[in-house]
């Protein structure tokens, strides 16, 4: 089983970056979050043909929740050491611009749920089991507010 540690630093150089996820806000400071076989998951997936994080995130919400992002902010990454394994999923914070209807996903062939619920209960509905994750979305509550203002979020 991998092991995760949380960082809000830059990724190390000759750390791969395997995976993009965001956790994206809309106006009134919920959190949507994607819904597969019943469970709650984030969005994202990995970067392609050299694109940029913010890159990955945009495509990776349209094909996967046809949500349209804006002022995406870097959060930090998770260290994933899996045996010899070692690598990055980087997190990204996002506002939602648009919310359209879903569709399919081009690279899964699924039409996944989605469900914007309050900031505040998203660590109820991921159910990470350990602590890199839960830490993780308290900084992205954190950077929230700092960003895009409010005292809900």
């Not at 995976?19 to 959190?31: L, M, R």
């Not at 899996?82 to 506002?95: G, L, T």
């Amino acid at each position: 089983m991998a092991d995760f540690t949380w960082f809000k630093d830059s990724v190390p150089d000759q750390l791969p970056v395997k995976q993009v996820y965001g956790i994206a806000f809309s106006a009134d400071n919920q959190v949507v979050l994607r819904i597969e076989d019943g469970k709650y998951k984030l969005t994202g997936g990995k970067p392609e043909n050299a694109e940029t994080f913010e890159e990955t995130l945009k495509r990776e919400y349209i094909e996967e929740l046809n949500i349209e992002l804006e002022d995406i902010h870097y959060l930090g990454y998770l260290l994933v050491e899996d045996n010899s394994d070692k690598y990055a999923q980087v997190r990204m914070i996002a506002k939602i611009k648009d919310i359209y209807e879903s569709h399919i996903d081009p690279a899964t062939g699924k039409v996944y749920g989605k469900e914007l619920v309050p900031a505040t209960k998203v660590k109820e509905y991921l159910n990470y089991s350990d602590l890199a994750g839960n830490e993780m979305i308290e900084d992205a509550i954190k950077l929230a507010i700092e960003f895009y203002g409010g005292t809900n979020v």
